[in-house]
């Protein structure tokens, strides 16, 4: 064929586009003609009549179709192409990444004594010192910020809120060093709730705030359950009281940890938080997790509650009935996609308080996944994190590849002590995934072809 | 013959590469924020 002539429509539809190897097709109970067909690629869902499934196997689709399918991610040129480019998701997501992020550990302090604290026995009176936080500036200076790109900062503890003057002063020092260069500085906090006042947002927005996560477990009982005060004082009306004069100065994210036994009880606080005027408007999201166990170095050996897999039946149904519950009360919750382990971007650090550095911050109890310091630098880690774990054909011929590549490092390290395989999601999401879907498409906004 | 059948688009999904920069997060433990 010389070079510009058109390949025959007839041509592309017998030898070119196949379904895509990330597809699940759905029954669709009210119309047995049809069927639900979900993209794990590209987020999309359609509906079908069965005869079009069909006309692909035969290769009789019409043009038009042929192209809605291929746009949306059903249809594609080559299987084998398209697995390749799977492999290759993340040089491209991290050629598009133009900024710097970390979450930096500012103290491993807190005024909570949570029961299953994810620091465990690492807490104590450590705080990031100055010369540790001006190393840490000079690292997103020298690396980062010199060479074009912005810098995104979460701050993490511990309670970062108790190290509030090195947030002011490792902003102040940043926003100075990004405008200079004509990039951004940001930064957001994972905060117990307790010390997120008016005034402290209002002190913190003009240097780059832009929200914050707070965590509530459930209803007051439980939550003062759970996270106490070193005192032994609940702490959940204190908490609620911030998030009533924050929560229209900043994104509020409301997070919540659950376990088998009380999970049943979140849905009580979403009515709460109504009845406190806290509405779905003034939130950015609600979303709750299972209590993990606590393991490395530093365990808990008095909380046994946690989980350490996907797998387990409950986890499925205590998952689909809090989303459930969150999206009907008009809450907002992260849509199913595609989502990736931080570990995978380069760009991502975790700082520990002491200028250590790992790719998670559930990796901070276990010295022997530690990537280097701030002193020395960042050393190979791809062995000791088995960064290709996932590109085996196993994982690449698998419709949930695209929302899982291998699954969450921390869990798989948990159940063998060490990161020796995917945490693979293929239960989880056989028994989960269609139920989801259906909930995306019946409570959150309809994306439309551009 | 080709046929074009009745497509209901219910969500477009995402345009762009699978994986975007926003999409990096901590799946199972934590939410942090990716804008």
């Not at chain 1, 695209?402 to 020796?420: A, E, N, Q, T």
Request: glycine residues 8%; aromatic residues 10%.
């Amino acid at each position: 064929m010389n070079e510009g002539e058109k390949i025959p429509p007839f041509f592309i539809s017998i030898s070119i586009m196949r379904l895509s190897h990330y597809i699940k097709i759905y029954p669709c109970p009210n119309d047995p003609g049809k069927v639900l067909l979900y993209s794990t690629k590209k987020g999309s869902a359609i509906l079908v009549p069965k005869s079009l499934l069909e006309s692909i196997e035969r290769g009789t689709l019409g043009e038009e179709n042929r192209e809605t399918l291929a746009r949306l991610g059903f249809l594609v040129p080559d299987i084998e192409a398209e697995k390749s480019e799977m492999r290759g998701s993340f040089a491209e997501a991290n050629r598009l990444n133009a900024k710097f992020t970390a979450q930096v550990v500012l103290n491993l302090d807190c005024n909570l004594a949570c029961t299953y604290c994810y620091e465990g026995g690492m807490k104590g009176r450590r705080y990031m010192s100055p010369e540790t936080a001006s190393l840490m500036a000079e690292l997103a200076e020298n690396g980062y910020i010199a060479r074009g790109k912005g810098v995104d900062l979460c701050y993490y503890g511990g309670e970062p809120l108790m190290s509030v003057d090195l947030i002011v002063s490792l902003s102040e020092r940043l926003q100075k060093a990004t405008a200079e260069k004509g990039t951004g500085y940001s930064f957001s906090i994972v905060t117990n709730g307790t010390l997120l006042t008016a005034e402290i947002v209002t002190r913190l927005i003009p240097l780059g705030f832009t929200g914050a996560k707070v965590t509530l477990d459930g209803p007051r009982e439980n939550h003062d359950r759970f996270r106490p005060f070193v005192s032994g004082k609940g702490s959940f009306d204190l908490i609620v009281a911030n998030l009533k004069e924050v929560c229209d100065l900043t994104d509020i994210q409301v997070g919540g940890n659950y376990t088998r036994e009380n999970y049943r009880e979140f849905p009580r606080l979403l009515d709460l938080l109504m009845e406190e005027g806290i509405t779905p408007e003034r939130l950015s999201l609600v979303k709750f997790d299972p209590v993990t166990k606590s393991g490395g170095e530093f365990p808990l050996p008095e909380f046994n509650e946690g989980c350490a897999s996907t797998d387990e039946p409950w986890l499925m149904e205590a998952g689909m009935f809090l989303r459930e519950e969150i999206l009907r009360r008009g809450f907002h919750t992260p849509r199913v996609g595609p989502a990736a382990c931080m570990i995978e971007n380069p760009n991502d650090l975790v700082v520990n308080w002491d200028g250590t550095l790992f790719k998670c911050p559930a990796f901070l109890g276990w010295k022997d996944l530690a990537i280097g310091d701030l002193e020395t630098g960042i050393s190979d880690y791809t062995e000791s994190h088995n960064m290709d774990v996932w590109k085996k054909e196993e994982c690449l011929d698998c419709a949930y590849l695209p929302l899982c590549f291998g699954g969450c490092r921390f869990l798989k390290l948990l159940r063998s002590g060490r990161i020796d395989d995917v945490d693979c999601r293929k239960a989880y999401l056989d028994g989960t995934l269609e139920e989801l879907v259906r909930q995306d498409l019946k409570y959150q906004p309809k994306r439309s072809l551009k | 013959m080709e046929r074009n059948e009745v497509i209901e688009i219910l969500d477009a999904g995402n345009e762009g590469p699978v994986i975007g920069p926003e999409a990096f997060c901590c799946t199972m433990t934590f939410t942090f924020f990716r804008k």
